[in-house]
């Protein structure tokens, strides 16, 4: 008998959920089966079997979140009962569903249990993460009726008594009292549950932005030549049946190359007790996409060699994906510099939360035709703006603008791109 533990799916995860379990308890597990969907702080994943057996018990359901190496189901590989190997906490998972009732009480009746104290028994009706968020507020889980297998007591169960919780601690002293159902009413609010990628990217980005000292750099191109070419471009690759080339896809090609030119600006930095900065040889450029999953960077490596055309096909391959739940964990690892584009709405500049353990991101606002003076005359010409976030402790002012004078002249000599 072995414990199927939650596993370790990116470099980043804390904890999981269970989207939708394959196999159910009762049913026979081969090697190489998919058991369980788990959503990550990255991604939705497919999680196989490592060995064989039957499974006895899914201990967290559908919907349930479990830190990593906490148990979510029993196996029978017939095997005497062992503790979980590291193999098995790292590559093994089970189904989903309700743990029989007859298959546990013959599974007790096998192995009967020494008498619980009522510590143990807290331990056993209630997740890891939900005894840390009770210790965190103070919260009484007797009040709690578990809706995980067993009853047990899940994350979902607790958003009654953090709500209340929550608004306890933002009522001032002589504030009078009023319950949150009686506020949320007045309100018209509605629960919206995060998912565990939301809960990831508000705790990583507000951490970014609590510990990176961001400074900020904006600066102007006149793109009109870009954009002149990049139709002149685009009627030659249609006309051979090959697939249009964007303004950001031209964007990420001249960053690769700037960043060429200042490695510096390519790099992460490590910790207060570290004397030294990671300086990357590879240029890594991630892509901010906004999916319906929340704040998805999937990276483009070695950027700075390949063409705009390439770039483009890439680009385009990684957002379907991304948009679909479809990338994977090493399309998103890797990263040593991101873009995050919003152009496509209309936004003229906005600046953008650095992307740890990168040191830099770069925010791109819109392609806009304005009046500009050229020989003395005012014409319109298509402009852009963008704004790099770096970060203090690697990157100097000084830095930062010689990066930005680099990338505007890549953009404003377009050829350079495709040359």
Request: charged residues 20%.
């Amino acid at each position: 008998m072995i414990e199927i533990t939650m596993p370790r799916l990116s470099d980043t995860m804390e904890e999981g959920t269970i989207v939708a379990w394959h196999k159910k308890a009762g049913d026979a597990v081969v090697v190489g089966e998919i058991l369980v969907d788990i959503e990550t702080d990255k991604a939705m994943m497919e999680y196989e079997a490592y060995e064989a057996g039957t499974i006895v018990e899914i201990l967290v359901g559908e919907g349930g979140v479990a830190t990593i190496g906490t148990p979510i189901a029993r196996l029978d590989n017939g095997q005497a009962t062992r503790a979980p190997s590291a193999a098995a906490s790292v590559a093994q998972a089970s189904p989903t569903t309700p743990a029989s009732t007859e298959r546990s009480e013959a599974v007790t009746m096998v192995s009967p249990m020494p008498i619980e104290s009522e510590e143990d028994a807290q331990h056993r009706i209630a997740s890891p993460l939900v005894r840390k968020l009770a210790r965190e507020h103070n919260l009484d889980l007797r009040q709690v009726r578990g809706s995980g297998p067993g009853g047990r007591i899940i994350r979902a169960d607790l958003d009654g008594l953090l709500a209340a919780a929550e608004i306890e601690a933002t009522k001032g002293p002589t504030m009078p009292l009023a319950s949150g159902p009686l506020l949320d009413a007045k309100r018209g609010s509605q629960e919206i549950p995060f998912t565990n990628v939301r809960r990831v990217i508000a705790r990583r980005l507000g951490e970014s932005a609590r510990t990176v000292p961001h400074f900020y750099v904006t600066a102007v191109a006149d793109v009109e030549d870009l954009v002149r070419l990049r139709t002149d471009l685009n009627e030659q690759l249609v006309a051979t049946g090959r697939a249009k080339v964007s303004v950001n896809d031209m964007m990420i090609r001249a960053c690769a190359l700037a960043l060429r030119e200042h490695p510096l600006v390519n790099a992460s930095y490590v910790n207060d007790a570290s004397s030294t900065m990671l300086v990357h040889e590879r240029i890594n450029v991630g892509i901010a996409v906004a999916s319906t999953n929340g704040l998805v960077v999937p990276v483009i490596t070695d950027a700075d060699k390949k063409t705009v055309s390439e770039l483009g096909t890439e680009a385009r391959h990684l957002v379907t994906l991304a948009g679909s739940k479809g990338v994977s964990l090493d399309q998103m690892s890797g990263g040593t510099f991101t873009i995050s584009n919003l152009g496509m709405f209309g936004v003229e500049e906005f600046t953008a939360i650095i992307n740890p353990p990168e040191g830099a991101i770069l925010a791109v606002g819109t392609t806009r035709r304005e009046p500009v003076g050229v020989d003395d005359e005012i014409v319109l010409r298509h402009r852009m703006r963008y704004t790099l976030s770096a970060d203090h402790r690697i990157i100097d002012g000084a830095l930062a603008a010689q990066f930005l004078q680099t990338l505007t002249g890549l953009l404003e000599h377009p050829l350079s791109l495709i040359v």
